[in-house]
Structure formats: structure tokens, C-alpha cells
């Protein structure tokens, strides 16, 4: 049964058809955007402190959003069928979630280990040709989406219960990984992923369903109490610089006008650039405190152990980039950008 069926089995989309949608009254629009945040993360209280009220303010009031945290509406996987079928008015979540529809968006979603930073992902997103790609997609998914803009905020941290100090020590752990290239690479380094939505994170670990996670920033880690109970994070991570993306119904984005279009592309730029330098600093304040401690043990990879893992996704990455046409177009996308800033060489 497809997505939009069980939407409509379960009486999902008449819920909320009358709430949904872009809401205008009196010259104001209101978009309510789903995140894959949870209501506790820094990011998301974050951007609903200091960059949501700037966009009411650069729109003289017009437009607004109206932030909501990871499964409030629709499942985590389903926000691209939600925005297309006007459930949602958009989506600010992570790419990877859905790869189960296409290897492309494995690729698009978080080239494993193939970034070393946040900056890169958002220059190959903005002037790369990423967001582009990721359009294409959709596009040719048939779904009514318009992708404003993509990028990274964090290279993600990774927590866990037990000490893995190197490339062997993942070898039969149990570990939190989105489906797609994450897992696939985990998997292929010896690891046992396992494939759960950011919110059960927590209660996988203390449960000991999992040793350990690719979840978040560190800053979110830590405001969900990831390091009470996981009390060996990796930092910097070892892998995930995962995409996110800002999304609108093509619907909602025609509603807008030009003027509002071009702000709020600016917008997300702005804020997305501001969000990744915040979590930055606050990831690299927590770290030294937690340094100083004598709780919690912050393990960083040796280079060797890091460039054996990066050989070890890249291979990943060309069986995946195999699986579709979109695929092995986005992976070529990703392999020519990463060429031109000297990650891969020319050879």
C-alpha cells in the first residue's frame, strides 16, 4: 500500500485538512514546516528564538513558520508525501530519511564520511549543484515539492556506551544508523546497524537495544541526555555530515510572491550559516567541559583510523550510486564538487 493510501486509511489526511495548508488571514501566511528535530534540541529552539522572528521582520509580517519537532504531524518518512499532498507545508529534515525510495537520496542525504566539514556540504548544496540535484529528484519522484535550499549544520558527533576507540572496535557493536549509505557502511565496517527514528535514541541506549548511535550535533546530544548514558561520545564524529533540507509545497511557494520567494531563499541561507556556526561553538564549549570532567570520556579517531573508514565508505558509495540513474547522477554531482575544493583527486 502506498504512502498516500495509508495516509488516507487512517483518516491522517482528513485530520487534518482543515488546519493544514498555508494559513492567510489578513495579508499574513503562516507555513507549517515539519523538522527532524525533537522539541528539546538546540537547533530547533535555536531557529525559533532568532530566525523566526527575522523572517516575520524581513517580510514586514507576511510570512511566517511555524516549526514543528520530528513525528508532530506525519512520520519521519512521510514528510515529502505530506508536502506534496498539502498535509504539510514543508519540511526541514533530514535528506537520508528517505532512501528507501530512491539510492539517490542516500547519496544526497550524507555522503558518509566523504565531507570534513559543515562549510562544504552547505557550498556544495548552495553553489555546487546539490540543491539542484536534489530538485531533480523530486522532480522526478512526481511529487509537488520545491526545494529551497539544502545543507549540513553539524558534523555529527557519536555517542556511545562503550568505549570505540578505533576502526576495530566497531566490529559487532550494535549502532543506531539511518537505512541507506549510513547503514551500509557501518555494515561494512563490522558494525550491526540498526535503523530507528532519532526519538528512540535515548531509550534504545539505556535499554541496550543499541551500543551506540549515529544521532546528532553534540550540542543536541547533550540537551537530550545522551551523555548520561552514553558516556563515550566520538568527537569530532567519524562520519555523518547529514544533509538537511527546506522544502515547500510547490503550492504554497507559487502562493508567495517573487519578492517573498527571494526572501525566503535568502532566509534559509542566513539562518542555515548562523545555526552551523552556533552549534559549532556551543559542540566545542561542551567538549572542553566534558574534557575537564571525569565522567565522560571524549574519544577522537586517529587520522589512520579515520582514512581507513572514509576507504572503507567510498566504496559504499559506488554500489549505491549502481542502484539508479538518479543515483549514479547524484554521486557523479557529489564526486565533481569534491574534485574542484581537493577532498578527491583528479586521477
Not at 28 to 52: C, D, G, M, P
Not at 239 to 259: G, M
Not at 308 to 337: C, N, P
Request: hydrophobic share 40%; charged share 25%.
Amino acid at each position: 500500500m502506498t504512502i498516500r493510501c495509508t495516509l488516507m486509511a487512517t483518516g491522517l489526511a482528513a485530520a487534518i485538512a482543515a488546519t493544514a495548508g498555508a494559513v492567510q488571514a489578513e495579508g499574513t501566511t503562516s507555513l507549517k514546516v515539519q523538522t527532524a528535530a525533537t522539541a528539546s534540541h538546540f537547533s530547533l529552539r535555536y531557529l525559533n528564538e532568532n530566525w523566526i522572528p527575522r523572517l516575520e521582520a524581513m517580510t514586514d509580517g507576511r510570512l511566517t513558520i511555524e516549526l514543528l519537532p520530528n513525528g508532530a504531524v506525519v512520520p519521519h518518512r512521510d514528510t515529502p508525501d505530506a508536502v506534496s499532498m498539502g498535509i504539510l507545508d514543508g519540511d526541514y529534515t533530514s535528506v537520508m530519511y528517505f532512501a528507501g525510495r530512491d539510492p539517490a537520496f542516500a547519496l544526497m542525504g550524507d555522503l558518509t564520511a566523504g565531507y570534513d566539514s559543515a562549510d562544504q556540504t552547505q557550498a556544495f548544496c548552495s553553489i555546487g549543484g546539490g540543491r539542484e540535484m536534489l530538485q531533480k529528484i523530486y522532480d522526478e519522484e512526481g511529487l509537488d515539492v520545491h526545494v529551497v535550499g539544502c545543507g549540513a549544520y553539524s558534523r555529527e558527533s557519536f555517542v556511545s556506551k562503550v568505549p570505540i576507540r578505533g576502526l576495530a572496535d566497531l566490529k559487532g557493536k550494535k549502532i543506531r544508523a539511518p537505512e541507506g549509505l549510513a547503514s551500509a557502511v557501518f555494515k561494512a565496517a563490522g558494525a550491526s546497524p540498526v535503523a530507528i527514528p532519532g526519538s528512540e535514541v535515548y531509550t534504545s541506549l539505556e535499554k541496550g537495544v543499541i551500543d551506540a548511535a549515529d544521532n546528532s550535533a553534540y550540542s543536541n546530544d547533550k540537551a537530550n541526555g545522551m551523555h548520561e548514558i552514553a558516556k563515550y561520545p566520538i568527537f569530532p564524529g567519524i562520519h555523518s555530515t547529514p544533509f538537511q533540507q527546506f522544502s515547500v509545497s510547490k503550492s504554497a511557494w507559487d502562493d508567495l510572491s517573487p519578492a517573498d520567494q527571494e526572501i525566503l531563499t535568502v532566509w534559509y541561507e542566513a539562518a542555515t550559516n548562523d545555526l552551523r556556526r552556533a552549534v559549532d561553538q556551543h559542540d566545542r564549549e561542551l567538549v572542553a567541559e566534558d574534557r575537564a570532567g571525569d565522567s565522560i570520556e571524549v574519544i577522537d579517531w586517529s587520522q589512520a583510523d579515520r582514512d581507513a573508514f572514509r576507504e572503507i565508505a567510498m566504496g559504499e558509495w559506488e554500489k549505491f550510486a549502481a542502484g539508479s540513474d538518479l543515483a549514479q547522477q547524484a554521486y557523479d554531482t557529489h564526486v565533481e564538487f569534491l574534485k574542484s575544493i581537493g577532498l578527491l583527486s583528479n586521477d
